[in-house]
């Protein structure tokens, strides 16, 4: 067989944008949870400085990875379905 199983490919897409929706919705869980910490000093302020700078923009940077791959999936199922249709 060449080609894909466009079906396949097609839950591919869907998944990666479930896991790319699911992280997002962590990340803004956890950005609620570090700003409403009752802490305070320089300890403090370090870990919301490392969350702001390193870890919520890693985060984002999977979200944008996830989009980009459940895009490519979805284009490749769409060139796949194109180059199985039959001519006329």
């Given amino acids: ?4 199983d466009v079906a396949a490919l097609r839950g591919l897409a869907r998944s990666l944008r479930r896991k790319q929706q699911e992280i997002e919705a962590t990340r ?3 950005a609620n ?3 409403q910490l009752p802490w ?3 300890d403090h302020l370090r870990f ?10 890693a985060l ?3 979200v944008t990875e ?4 459940s895009g490519q999936a979805d284009a490749h199922a769409d060139r796949q379905e194109q180059a199985s249709r ?3």
Avoid: F, K
């Fill in 86 to 88: 039959p001519t006329s």
């Fill in 60 to 62: 984002l940077t999977i």
């Fill in 1 to 4: 067989m060449l080609g894909v």
């Fill in 48 to 57: 919301v400085d490392d969350w702001r700078r390193v870890h919520s923009p």
């Fill in 66 to 69: 996830l989009a980009a791959a």
């Fill in 33 to 35: 949870v570090v700003d």
């Fill in 28 to 30: 803004r869980r956890l």
């Fill in 40 to 42: 305070a000093g320089g």
